[in-house]
């Protein structure tokens, strides 16, 4: 993914995508001290931009650094890389990482490096399958005690790639993961959402990222009417499920078709809500959330 033209923007400085290097010292790579970002554009525009550089800044607060941007300085550097790529409907990929002054377990005094890249990138899974299968990953959510969980921690990924190969080894597109004590989580890059008579139920975000795509699809099903229950969620309620989908910045709202080989319906409930997050994405009229 190096070998591109553009742009990255880099501590401030918009330096060409071959040069957008870090040194190999650096703490971020070596003892996890760095966090990311993901944000969707809809024709030209980022979508919650605020929002998820909000979040960065509190995942890096989470590891014990600031960042050296404001949010607005890096909304900006968003805006303007945007502009520069000339992205239509794409992705945006902030990241922070401490840096390379020490080789040490201990973060203090380190500089913060800051990160944005952007690339032109309408869809992870293929628009033409409608709906994606999961498998139940071995690997499972950490205790809130255990790790850094409400972080967006490059960290905290190292479950999640090896979920997500084991899941595609076995001819899956994506993992399911289970929270520490064995109840429904969610996947490798999305939160997960269930329809239950009609009703949207999902696990209590207690082990991993309350999503904003989450928090979007929670509005809009208020708007339509739709009762909306947070709660702990065991396995064996995915017999009871009419449908069942996952909510990410990348992902939006993908219908899942089968989790190990058991099968739901693509229905009504998941296909208002995403025709829902599509409008207010895109900033037509009528959208709620
Ligand atoms: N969980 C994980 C592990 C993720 O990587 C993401 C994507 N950021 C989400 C949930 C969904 O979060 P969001 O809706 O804010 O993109």
Known sequence: FHDRDGVIWLDGVFVPWRDAGL???????????????????????PFKAGEHLRRLAASAAELGYELAWTTSELERAVTELIERQGITDGYVRPVAWRGSERI???????????????????????PAKTGISLATSRWRRPHPDTAPVRAKASALYCTGTLAR???????????LLLDWRGD??????ANLFLVIGGELHTPVPECFLDGITRRTVIGIAAGLGIPVRERRIAPSELADAEEVFLTGTA????????????????????????????????????AAG
């Not at 005094?109 to 992870?124: D, F, K, N, Q, R």
């Not at 899941?167 to 993992?175: F, L, P, R, S, W």
């Not at 429904?184 to 890059?189: H, S």
């Not at 089968?258 to 037509?284: C, M, P, Q, T």
């Open 23 to 45: 040194h190999v010292l650096s703490h971020g790579l070596h003892y996890g001290g760095a966090v990311f970002e993901g944000v969707r554009v809809y024709g030209g525009r």
């Open 184 to 189: 429904l989580a969610e996947a490798t890059g």
């Open 104 to 126: 040490a377990v201990g973060g203090a005094g380190l500089s913060a490096h800051t990160a944005v890249a952007a690339w032109e990138w309408p869809h992870v899974f293929d």
């Open 165 to 175: 190969d084991e899941a595609e080894a076995a001819g899956c597109d994506d993992a």
């Open 251 to 286: 992902y939006e709202i993908q219908p899942v078709a089968a989790i190990d080989g058991r099968v739901f319906g693509v229905g009504e409930v998941s296909a208002s809500i995403a025709k829902s997050y599509a409008d207010l994405v895109r900033g037509r009229a009528g």
